[in-house]
Structure formats: structure tokens, C-alpha cells
């Protein structure tokens, strides 16, 4: 994962948080506390997800909240409710395979977009770990994907 860069323009607060993932190797971030408006004090799992930039094929590093799913993680391409796809969406669109850590453990795993009963039941699971996905599909027209990452071994 060392040969990623971090996505542009992350916030300040996503840029501190894989910092100290990183440099903990794992053992400091996978689980990320935060005050949230209207909802109050979460901790959250996070992962680290590397994707291959659909334009310049280039590695890039994203922290993300995520669910687990039998052997599998998801995480939601949300885009706190933005109209358009986060970069990382549409770079696995244009290439399936990843790299992810989760907290100390790294692997490769093939990303797709759930749909039908699936992305149902896994929507309301990332609600409950992140509930301000309500509100950020309340903000946008388009149907907010959730991703499955299956290891590959």
C-alpha cells in the first residue's frame, strides 16, 4: 500500500485519520471515533482502500467506513449525498481489483456493486453503523452504490 497516494483533496480530518492508520500499521485508526451532528459520539470501523485511477493508472489510497459480510467487507459510495460518484466508485467501475487493510490485515479482493435484496439488507447495516446515510440519500437523485469487497486469495 506504501506505493498509493492519498486521494486529492481529502479533508483535513480524513488526511490526519490515515496518517495514523498508516503509520500504526493498522493498529491505530481502524476504529475511528467521532462527534456527529444530531447523532451524537460514533466509533466506526474503517479500512483503507486502494484503487487504480481510471485516468492516469496510478494507485490511490481512500479511508473509508465499512460493514463486514460473511468473509467479505462493504463499504458506500456515498459522497456525503454529492449528485456525482466519489473517484474511488468510478475507478473500481473501470477496474474491480483493489487492495484493502483492515486494520492490521492487508489483502487483495474484487469489488462489486450490490444490488436487489443484497444492497437492501447491507444499506440498512451501513445505516446503522453511519446513520447520516440517511440523509445523505436524501440529498441526491442518484441511488448511493454499496460495495462489496470479496477477498481474493
Known amino acids: 500500500m506504501t506505493e498509493a497516494k492519498l486521494a486529492p483533496n481529502l479533508p483535513q480530518w480524513m488526511l490526519d485519520h490515515t496518517h495514523r492508520y498508516l503509520e500504526s500499521g ?34 490511490f ?23 456525482d460518484h466519489p473517484g474511488w466508485y468510478k475507478n473500481i467501475l473501470a477496474n474491480p481489483e483493489v487492495e484493502i487493510q483492515v486494520g492490521t490485515d492487508k489483502m487483495k479482493a474484487r469489488a462489486r456493486t450490490a444490488t436487489g435484496e443484497e444492497r437492501a439488507k ?21 441511488e448511493i452504490p454499496v460495495v462489496v469487497l470479496d477477498p481474493i486469495n
Not at 462527534?35 to 485511477?53: A, E, I, Q, R, W
Not at 489510497?61 to 449528485?83: D, E, M, Q, R, W
Open 26 to 59: 493498522g493498529k491505530d485508526g481502524h476504529m475511528y471515533t467521532v462527534d456527529v451532528p444530531n447523532v451524537g459520539k460514533l466509533t466506526v470501523p474503517s479500512l483503507l482502500l486502494v484503487t487504480k485511477g481510471r485516468k492516469s493508472g496510478e494507485k
Open 61 to 83: 489510497l481512500f479511508p473509508l467506513f465499512y460493514g463486514k459480510t460473511g468473509n467479505s467487507y462493504f463499504i458506500v459510495a456515498s459522497k456525503g449525498g454529492a449528485p
Open 122 to 142: 447491507l444499506w440498512k447495516d451501513a445505516i446503522v453503523f453511519w446513520p447520516p446515510y440517511t440523509d445523505y440519500a436524501k440529498k441526491t437523485d442518484r
